[in-house]
């Protein structure tokens, strides 16, 4: 069961990685909400933020963090973002959450990935939390076929549509034993936007409430 405390943990402890006039990459969901609201207060130390979602933008806005545009900022020197999964390699899934595209572009952009969980989140085996894809529409069926082909149960995340106007389906019953390898085979298949597997492009610095794993 997810922790909250933990979770309140993680979010402020991450905030040490935070350097003067930075612009940090922000993640999104719950345990970045804490975190967030942490950076408030250093918010007249850093340039701002690159967001990874329009609920982040909104609470970054809403505390006076300024949320900068990733193609104007270039490189950033630190993400900070949760996770659904973490494995004993800090390799990931996301996109609990539907914003793991744009999670996905700024953590690919930034030097250090800080990944903030609470224990819920640690396995020796990725794949008991649904493996979230985010889809172009017109390719639900297409990729739903070839994720049954490779052993999965998609599942079509009904109603809801990411910041990027596309759908997201999650897939069941997979055991990943190489995450690596499923993530570069599924970003092949045409009408995959994204994969919530963060394997290639794992976290640096994995924090369990106020603890590095
Ligand atoms: C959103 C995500 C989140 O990081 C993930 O779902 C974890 O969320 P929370 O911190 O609320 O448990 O990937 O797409």
Redesign the pocket.
Known sequence: M?NANE?RQAGEAAIRYVEDGAIIGV???????FFIDALADLKDRIQGAVS??EQSTAHLKRLGIPVLDLNATGSLSLYI????ECDPHKRLI???????TR?KIVAEASDKFVC???SS?RVDLLGKFPL?IEVIPMARSLIGREIVKRGGNPVWRDGVVTDNGNWIIDVHGWQIADPVALENDLNQVPGVVAV?LFARRAADVVLVGDKVM
Request: hydrophobic share 30%; net charge negative.
């Open positions: 997810s979770k993640g999104t969901g719950s345990t970045v909400a990874s979602s973002d949760g996770a659904d996301k996109g609990g959450g539907a914003a793991l999670e903030i969980i609470d989140k979230p919530g």
